[in-house]
Nanobody, 122 residues
Framework: QVQLVESGGGLVQAGGSLRLSCAAS????????MGWFRQAPGKEREFVAA????????LYADSVKGRFTISRDNAKNTVYLQMDILKPEDTAVYYC???????????????WGQGTQVSVSS
């Protein structure tokens, strides 16, 4: 079992930045690819970014490329999502998730956090 806890959400003006963190715990917490997804009201959960176990490989949704950066610190069992040049359309609940391999689809992810709210005002 892997437990995931997100933090770092909040309210920010358009053009601003936030950094989300996801702390993983459990016996195999460090042995997973990690991803960030988001879900806005009335919409389906969508992929944002993912990073391999080693941190060498990353994936990004087209909508966040060049603005968001995913990274991880395996010594701390923590994954980060640096979000810059935020837009109102980035407003959503952001979820951290763990998977057996690098992937951009929800069904590959077996473990999920509770989510953290990100709100971007115009």
């Amino acid at each position: 079992q892997v437990q995931l806890v997100e933090s770092g959400g909040g309210l920010v003006q358009a053009g601003g930045s936030l950094r989300l963190s996801c702390a993983a715990s459990g016996r195999t917490a460090g042995a997973h690819a990690m991803g960030w997804f988001r879900q806005a009201p009335g919409k389906e959960r969508e992929f944002v970014a993912a990073i391999s176990w080693s941190g060498v490989s990353t994936l990004y949704a087209d909508s966040v490329k060049g603005r968001f950066t995913i990274s991880r610190d395996n010594a701390k069992n923590t994954v980060y999502l640096q979000m810059d040049i935020l837009k109102p359309e980035d407003t959503a609940v952001y979820y951290c998730a763990a998977a057996g391999r690098l992937a951009a689809v929800t069904y590959e992810y077996a473990y999920w956090g509770q989510g953290t709210q990100v709100s971007v005002s115009s």
